[in-house]
C-alpha cells in the first residue's frame, strides 16, 4: 500500500508541475506575444521581424533567446541603411522546429546549426531576401556560419555575402558543457528538470541569469523588461534550447573543417573577457585557418559585445557590406 500512495503522490506531484509549467507558459505568451510576421516553411512557420531599407542584413539570437534580442536596440542602429531581419531560431521564440526532429520528453536529438540555417535559408527565399550579410551572436554565430557553409553548394539568392560574429560559437571547444545543458539535454532533463524549472523558477533567478551573462557589464536599462525571458522557460522552448546545445559540438566540427574553403568576409566582434564562448577558443582559432577573418577585440567586454559597445557591431556590419560590394 505504502508503495502504491507513494507513487500516486508522484504522480500528482508530476501533474501539478506541469500544469504549472504550461500555466506559466501561457502568461509569458500573453505578456510577449509575436511582434512580427510568420512565413510557412517545409513542416512549420518561422517567426520573423523586418525593418528598413537597403542591402539585407539577418540578425540570429543566442541560445535560449528570441528575436528581442535585437529589436531592443541594435536593430534601430542599422535601418537607415539596411533592410534588416531578425528571425527566431527554430524551437525558440515563436518559430517551429526543425521538421522531422522528434520533440518527446524523453527525446534528446538536437537541431543543428546545419538544418536550423536550412529552414531559416527556406524563410529567407519566401520573405524576398537577396545576398544578405548573416550576423549571429553567441549559438547564432554558427548557425551563421552554417548559413555560408551551405552556400558552398547550393546556389541561392539567399547566399551570405558576408558573415559578422557578436561573441559567435565558431570553433570545437576542449571539455564538456555545462551541467545545466547536459542534464537538461538528456532524457531525465526533458521529464523532470525543465518542468520543474519551468514551473517553480523564481525571478530572482532570472535576473541573475540575464546579470551573469552580460557580466561584467550591467544589462541596459529596460532590458530585462523587453526581451521576454519567460519565453524561454516554456518546456517546449527549454527542450529545444538544451537539446541544440549538448548536441552541437559533432555539428561545429563538422563545419570548421569547411571554414577554408570560405572567401567572404568575415567579421568578429568578441569580449575580451567573455567566459561564456570565450575569445581564444573560438575566435583566436578561426583566424589560424581564415585568413580573411578580422576581429575586433574589446578589453573589458564580456558576452554581449552588440550591447556592450553597439557601434562596434555597426562598424562590423559597415566592413562586411563593403567588402562585399
Not at 520528453?105 to 531559416?120: I, K, R, V, W, Y
Not at 524549472?197 to 546579470?211: E, N, T
Amino acid at each position: 500500500m505504502a508503495v502504491k500512495t507513494l507513487t500516486a503522490v508522484i504522480a500528482l506531484s508530476a501533474l501539478a508541475t506541469g500544469m504549472l509549467a504550461q500555466y506559466r507558459a501561457s502568461e509569458a505568451e500573453t505578456a510577449f506575444p509575436p511582434v512580427g510576421q510568420f512565413v510557412a516553411v517545409t513542416g512549420g512557420q518561422v517567426h520573423y521581424v523586418q525593418q528598413g531599407s537597403g542591402p539585407h542584413v539577418i540578425l540570429l539570437h543566442g541560445a535560449g533567446g528570441n528575436l528581442r534580442e535585437f529589436t531592443f536596440d541594435l536593430m534601430s542602429r542599422l535601418t537607415d541603411r539596411y533592410t534588416v531581419t531578425a528571425f527566431d531560431r527554430p524551437g525558440l521564440g515563436y518559430t517551429d522546429r526543425v521538421p522531422g526532429i522528434a520533440k518527446g520528453l524523453t527525446a534528446t536529438e538536437g537541431d543543428s546549426p546545419q538544418a536550423q540555417a536550412a529552414m531559416l535559408r527556406e524563410a529567407a527565399v519566401k520573405i524576398g531576401i537577396t545576398d544578405p550579410i548573416v550576423a549571429g551572436h553567441s549559438f547564432g554565430g554558427i548557425v551563421s556560419y552554417a548559413w555560408a557553409v551551405a552556400g558552398l553548394d547550393e546556389d541561392s539568392p539567399v547566399n551570405a555575402k558576408g558573415v559578422v560574429s557578436f561573441a559567435g560559437v565558431t570553433m570545437p571547444w576542449p571539455g564538456g558543457l555545462d551541467r545545466y545543458y547536459t542534464v537538461n539535454g538528456s532524457a531525465f532533463g526533458g521529464v523532470v528538470t525543465i518542468p520543474a524549472i519551468s514551473a517553480f523558477v523564481p525571478s530572482s533567478v532570472i535576473s541573475s541569469s540575464i546579470d551573469a551573462t552580460f557580466a561584467p557589464q550591467d544589462a541596459p536599462e529596460g532590458y530585462a523588461e523587453h526581451i521576454g525571458a519567460g519565453l524561454t522557460l516554456r518546456p517546449a522552448s527549454m527542450r529545444a534550447n538544451a537539446r541544440q546545445v549538448n548536441t552541437s559540438r559533432p555539428h561545429v566540427v563538422t563545419l570548421s573543417k569547411r571554414y577554408p574553403e570560405l572567401t567572404l568576409p568575415i567579421e568578429i566582434v568578441h569580449g575580451e573577457e567573455d567566459t561564456t564562448v570565450p575569445i581564444h577558443i573560438h575566435a583566436e582559432e578561426i583566424e589560424k585557418i581564415v585568413p580573411q577573418v578580422n576581429t575586433t577585440r574589446l578589453p573589458g567586454i564580456g558576452h554581449m559585445p552588440h550591447h556592450a559597445d553597439p557601434q562596434s557591431a555597426v562598424d562590423a556590419i559597415n566592413r562586411v557590406a563593403a567588402r562585399a560590394s
